[in-house]
């Protein structure tokens, strides 16, 4: 169903705006780092709508894609008392169907690649995505359901995360990375959305992601009958956060909702680079040993024009780690009290917000939403039966520089060839 586009891109350095055209990721003005943001008029009522697209006034879409879900946003309860917080509320991006929350890919990345598709231009190029997991899970569903053509480039250790209900549509083309790593993925990645024809998704740099994911925010402030103060999210590139703050200004512009709440981001030891920038310690452990690799961004957004270092510091934010026991334990604790299991990166969000609570970091009464980012997915697997997404290459990284032109024309021919299940390198 298409959308009339109401929406803008503003550049917030140089304070360029654009029409839209469904592709654009960087202002075209030769100028330092900075990311595009959508500028909106004042959103109607939502009326009969439901899913992500009942916030379509506020997403940079030009058509609805059907099947999306939204977050769920419910009181925290037992768990809040456990914490010792009286006023914690959780957004649960899940499959959790006694909340209503229908996220079948088990993640909130399902809120980016629908809101990706949504924006998309009429015949599009092929999309590429870099994942390592659950960015390709949701892309894959989304796109094998809407016929999309995109490229998915993956570390082989997130095949097993790709379990679907039914074979993927040959629109999907997912390359694997025999023994990669995320670092490696979205260097493939790049090189292929280089050449004609691909695309690069974007990541962070893509308004529909930050948009999309920003309707966890939208979705709390109506839930909760307003802004919560604080917000905590397990963060890589932190396009979650940097979503849920536009949004909550957004808020402020539009409805009058006050101050947007203290961001608190969440990341894994011993790999943490925005903890590290903010703390200005080094960043000692390696991304093969996190429990959540999901959040091994090496390069995030930090110092660019609207990015995360401007988001902290206009809202008095702060930045916490924890190590993959506490984040284990926070997933067990989750599960326990509430019933349902929760993504290891939304375990460290937990785990985060705990040791912020006992250590008095936060006040006892403080209203917090906390981003659950992931979960139910151990549910969905017991509730339907589920084929693995087949590879169309897998292709061994080799120990010189990555990925040289070989590796991408390999690549490239191997899609060509089509059904074709081929191990190159
Ligand atoms: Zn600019």
């Not at 924006?119 to 016929?147: I, M, Q, Y």
């Not at 780690?321 to 969000?349: K, Q, W």
Request: hydrophobic letters at 45%; charged letters at 20%; glycine letters at 12%.
């Amino acid at each position: 169903m298409a959308v009339a586009c109401s929406h803008r891109l503003v550049c917030p350095l140089c304070d360029g705006r654009y029409e839209d055209d469904g592709l654009l990721l960087d202002c075209p003005v030769p100028h330092a780092g900075a990311l595009l943001k959508t500028e909106y008029p004042a959103r109607g009522e939502a009326g009969g709508r439901t899913g992500l697209f009942r916030y379509r006034d506020w997403l940079p879409v030009r058509r609805v894609v059907a099947g999306a879900a939204a977050p769920a946003v419910l009181p925290a309860g037992e768990l809040g008392r456990r914490l010792g917080l009286a006023d914690l509320w959780l957004a649960f991006s899940g499959y959790w169907p006694e909340v209503g929350a229908g996220f079948t890919t088990g993640t909130f990345k399902e809120l980016e690649a629908y809101t990706v598709l949504g924006r998309l231009p009429d015949e599009p190029p092929v999309l590429v995505v870099a994942s390592a997991g659950n960015t390709a899970a949701a892309f894959a569903s989304a796109c094998s359901r809407h016929r999309v053509r995109c490229v998915l480039v993956v570390p082989a250790a997130a095949l097993a995360r790709l379990r679907f209900p039914a074979p993927l549509d040959d629109c999907v083309r997912l390359v694997a990375l025999e023994d990669g790593r995320y670092s490696d993925a979205i260097a493939l990645a790049a090189a292929l959305a280089s050449l004609p024809g691909f695309q690069a998704e974007g990541g962070v740099r893509n308004v529909a992601r930050r948009d999309g994911l920003g309707t966890v925010l939208l979705a709390a402030h109506d839930a909760m009958g307003g802004l919560p103060g604080h917000y905590f999210q397990a963060v890589g590139s932190a396009a979650g956060a940097l979503g849920a703050h536009e949004a909550a200004l957004r808020l402020a512009e539009h409805e009058d909702a006050g101050p947007p709440p203290r961001l608190v981001l969440c990341q894994n030891l011993p790999f943490a680079p925005i903890h590290q920038r903010w703390t200005g310690g080094c960043l000692a452990g390696s991304d093969r040993d996190l429990i959540a690799p999901e959040l091994a961004n090496a390069n995030p957004p930090y110092e660019v024009a609207g990015g995360i270092a401007e988001a902290l510091a206009s809202t008095g934010g702060d930045v916490v780690a924890v190590g993959n026991e506490a984040a284990a334990r926070a997933m067990r604790l989750f599960e326990d009290v509430l019933g349902i299991d929760i993504e290891p990166s939304a375990g460290v969000a937990l785990a985060a917000l705990q040791e912020v609570a006992e250590t008095g970091r936060v006040p006892a009464d403080a209203r917090i939403l906390l981003n659950i980012t992931g979960g139910g997915r151990a549910r969905y697997a017991r509730d339907h039966a589920l084929v693995p997404a087949e590879p169309v290459v897998r292709l061994a990284v080799p120990r010189r520089e990555f990925p040289g032109t070989e590796d991408v024309l390999r690549v490239i021919a191997a899609m060509e060839r089509g059904d074709e299940r081929v191990v190159v390198g």
